[in-house]
Each structure stands twice: as C-alpha cells, then as structure tokens.
C-alpha cells in the first residue's frame, strides 16, 4: 500500500519563475494538506484541500494556490517565487475527520530558489 | 509564526542515556503529537495523546499531554544510535483539521 507520493524530490528554480509540485495521497485518503518547513524550523501549514475546494488557509501570500483532482492527487503551485520561497514542501493526506494519527505525510519537495 | 515552543533546540546524547523535550503553547489544543524526521525524509508519527493528563508510551519513548492542554514532554530512555533526529511536538486542533508544529529538538551524538 503506497503512502503519500511527491514529485519531484528536488527542484531548482530562478527568481520569479513559477513552479508546480505534486502530490497523490495514500490510498483511501480524501484530503491533502500542504506545509512549507523552511531549513530547520517546523512546518508550516499553507492549505487544505477537500472535495477538490481549499477548505482551510494559513498565513501564506496568494502566491501560493493548489488543486485537487477527481482523484484526489493535489498541485501546490508557487507564482513570482522568492528567495525566501526555498523550503522542503511537505504533503500530508488523511480523512477529513478522523483520528489525527492517519495524518500521513510524504517526503517533501526540495525547492531551492537562486 | 510558529505558536509552539519546543525546548531543547537541540542536545547530544550518548548511548544509554535517557533524554526529554518539552513544547508549550499559547493556546490550547485538542490532541498532541510527537513525531521524527530524519533527512530527506517527512515527519513519522511516534505517539499521539488524546486527553489531558494523558501518559502514553511506546517503546522507550513517553509522551504526557498537560493538565492545561498547553505543554507536553517527550522522554526517550536508553537512548541508541538511531534515535538522532529531529523531533517534532505538533498541536491539532479537529476544527480545522490541521497541524500546528513546534521548531523541532535536534538530537546530536555526543563526539
């Protein structure tokens, strides 16, 4: 049984370029969250994704905007990006309510902005 | 920012040794979790506590979430090689359905 997939592992981008990074959640899980954990600090939390609709937001610019497919796979996409936007990008999916303890993340996103 | 303060922020351990952590919060929240990251890796979940006052082990590790629904402590005992790491105390809220994280303990081996 396949945990929560992320693609790619490691990403280089140019100030001001846009990326896209994607997710697909474990299997029988609905809701996708993404966090931004910049270099050694702990995550944060930018979205969530339910029903194909962001149902929850953190404190992140409108810079940052996702998807949900039918399939329940996720996009994060990051426009106009910062130096300050490199961070590994974390995946977690899990029911939309339910014991906190299915909350399962994937292995990140490497982005590094130059 | 981050609403959890996590403490050490980091610390050396050598092998037999027991080791503890602590998080407080501004704010109350439902349930606490504990988890590990190891590089290139996301968070895994150790334990997870549910009430306040609530004592949990797994393994060699004990968790406690506080009276106040405002703290929690992370024990390990005997510490081993493999426990190098990042920890992680994170407060969950079901309303949003979200996960709030401290700044992480960095467990070093002792040279």
């Known amino acids: 049984d396949a945990g929560v997939t992320q693609s790619p592992t490691h990403l280089i981008k140019t100030r001001g370029q846009q990326v896209t990074l994607r997710c697909s959640p474990k299997s029988g899980h609905d809701t996708v969250s993404w966090y931004q954990q910049a270099l050694g600090q702990g995550p944060q939390f930018i979205f969530q994704?339910?029903?194909?609709?962001?149902?929850q937001r953190g404190n992140f610019p409108d810079r940052f905007s996702g998807h949900q497919f039918p399939n329940y796979s996720s996009e994060l996409n990051v426009n106009a990006l910062l130096l300050g936007d490199s961070a590994l990008y974390l995946c977690a999916s899990s029911l939309p309510v339910g014991t906190v303890d299915g909350y399962t993340f994937g292995s990140g996103t490497r982005l590094t902005v130059v | 920012g981050q609403q959890l303060n996590q403490s050490p922020q980091s610390m050396f351990i050598q092998e037999g040794e027991d080791v503890s952590m602590n998080c407080t919060s501004s704010s109350i929240f439902n349930t606490w979790l504990w988890y590990k990251q190891d590089p290139g890796e996301g968070p895994v979940l150790l334990i997870a506590?549910?009430?306040?006052?609530e004592l949990t082990s797994n393994g060699r590790l004990t968790a406690q979430f506080g009276i106040t629904r405002k703290d929690s402590f992370l024990n390990i005992s005997a510490s081993i090689p493999s426990d190098v790491g990042i920890y992680f105390c994170?407060?969950?809220?079901?309303?949003?359905?979200?996960?709030?994280f401290g700044g992480g303990t960095r467990v070093l081996v002792k040279p």
């Open positions: 506590l549910y009430k306040a006052g």
């Open positions: 994170a407060g969950y809220k079901a309303a949003g359905n979200k996960l709030t």
């Open positions: 994704y339910y029903e194909e609709e962001e149902r």
